[in-house]
């Protein structure tokens, strides 16, 4: 058995939709279990629209477009029964979209748990067309709600995962339907509560969807098809030649997606690798290309390091002064002030002369943070303890990653001697003693230079033909 998880672009219009038929055709012997995101710009649709409600207007226009669009995917694609089946089912679940937002409208209240349930329509539409189009060409297929079988807590936008009950629910479900040749779709991104509310997992979680499913089943691999060739050597946006990585340990894809290598959600390792179900990236638009392999193994690349990987618009809060050195609770009052806040630290460092704490946020989280440390540390600011609390913007982080890299000699000289060389001005450095990842902090400005710089210095380009 194989989890097919298809994204947002694969499912993004008839043409794509057609391709995934397809695909999915080719591989039915593998008794394909089929994860589905919603259409593409669909969930940024959905915000859009529980916003305006909230603001006491009817987003009719989105709406109307919304309907519009699936409509006409499930008129083009699906046929005879399954085309009325399904245009009906959609029909009904646009028509509570509305009844929702008119609810949101005259309260003007947006709970999270609103947005979740609006949210949660994207992939609710899109895979029933996609098991009415299988249907259509001849398949046995049928559409699973994740709220059936995603069992999580109540933490609106960002829920956790019971995994007992999941695994349990999902196995029941899907099982005796897969050995019967019937091709389950189901919803990525969703689940539900014990008392039924429905929750979402996370932007970008039907990745992490597929891999929850094909642990619970035991799946032999877990195939995620996207719109690129797979993860690579950098950002190609940012380095012309980056090339796809052949095959990259569960533990290096977690580290390239913490750090900004969009090609999978952070959290799909997961469930993955307590299995060990090898993962793959599989381009949909280009579907003879071998894609990524994430499993145990790997290959190492010559000089180490596999992949530079970034992050875009973060700030540095620096909290400093000498009398740190005797306050032994100051980290531990610094990070109880950026949980409380739910603020993420991407990066931590701190000097052994223990004169300053330097945090790495998301710029979004800066401001509130900057004010919460100085409310916590007034005291200490006011007597000089501390000099100051400060923030500097636009920062980002570079994050050399590679299983290859621990216990070799030469990684940091490797990666800051060219910079170095170039001029370019490290603000920050942290390296866990994981030694798969060494990160640091450059000006915004400087952030494309030291991508190519620190690419090129350990030689991942592709090799150039003469
Ligand atoms: N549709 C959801 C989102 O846009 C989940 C996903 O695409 O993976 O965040
Ligand atoms: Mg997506």
Excluded at 63 to 68: I, N, P, Q, S, V
Excluded at 186 to 194: K, M, S
């Amino acid at each position: 058995m194989i989890v097919m998880k298809f994204g947002g672009t694969s499912v993004g219009s008839a043409e794509a939709m057609r391709r995934v038929a397809h695909i999915v055709e080719t591989y039915r012997s593998r008794k394909p279990v089929v994860v589905v995101s919603a259409m593409t710009k669909v969930t940024d649709t959905l915000r859009a629209i529980a916003r305006e409600a909230s603001e006491g207007r009817m987003p009719t226009q989105a709406l109307e477009e919304l309907h519009r669009r699936h409509e006409e995917t499930i008129t083009t694609l699906l046929s005879g029964k399954d085309k009325e089946q399904t245009l009906a089912v959609c029909l009904a679940m646009l028509d509570e979209l509305e009844d929702i937002c008119r609810g949101i409208s005259l309260l003007r209240e947006l709970s999270l748990r609103s947005v979740d349930l609006v949210s949660s329509f994207g992939e609710r539409l899109s895979a029933p067309i996609v098991a009415g189009l299988l249907n259509t060409i001849g398949m046995n297929a049928f559409s699973v709600d994740a709220r059936q079988v995603v069992r999580t807590d109540d933490r609106h936008t960002e829920a956790e995962v019971d995994f007992p009950i999941t695994d349990l629910l999902l196995c029941e479900t899907i099982l005796p339907a897969v050995a019967e040749d019937r091709i389950p779709v189901v919803t990525g991104f969703i689940g539900a509560t014990e008392q039924g509310a429905t929750t979402t997992l996370g932007r970008g979680a039907s990745d992490y969807t597929a891999s929850i499913v094909g642990g619970a089943l035991q799946a032999d691999e877990i195939w995620i098809w996207t719109d690129v060739d797979g993860a690579m050597t950098a950002d190609p946006r940012i380095v012309e030649d980056a090339q796809v990585l052949e095959k990259i340990t569960y533990h290096e894809a977690a580290e390239m997606s913490y750090f900004g290598a969009k090609v999978l959600h952070p959290k799909t390792m997961v469930p993955a690798v307590r299995r060990r179900i090898p993962i793959r990236i599989k381009n949909t638009f280009n579907p003879s290309s071998a894609g990524t392999l994430i499993s145990d193994e790997t290959t190492v690349m010559p000089l180490g390091a596999k992949t530079i990987t970034s992050i875009d618009r973060l700030c540095l809060i620096m909290i400093e002064g000498s009398g740190l050195v005797g306050l032994p609770d100051t980290p531990a009052r610094v990070f109880k002030t950026t949980a409380g806040l739910k603020a993420t630290v991407l990066m931590i460092t701190q000097a052994s002369s223990e004169h300053d704490i330097c945090l790495l946020l998301g710029e979004k989280d800066g401001l509130t943070v900057l004010h919460a440390l100085r409310t916590e540390f007034a005291r200490e600011l006011e007597s000089g303890i501390l000099e100051a609390v400060s923030m500097q913007p636009d920062i980002a982080v570079v994050a050399v990653v590679g299983q290859g890299m621990k216990g070799t000699p030469g990684m940091a000289a490797r990666t800051f001697g060219i910079l170095g060389k170039h001029q370019i001005n490290i603000i920050a450095i942290a390296q866990g003693s994981s030694e798969l990842n060494i990160s640091f902090a450059v000006s915004r400005d400087d952030l494309q230079d030291t991508v190519r710089l620190v690419h090129q210095a350990f030689e991942l380009g592709k090799k150039k033909h003469s």
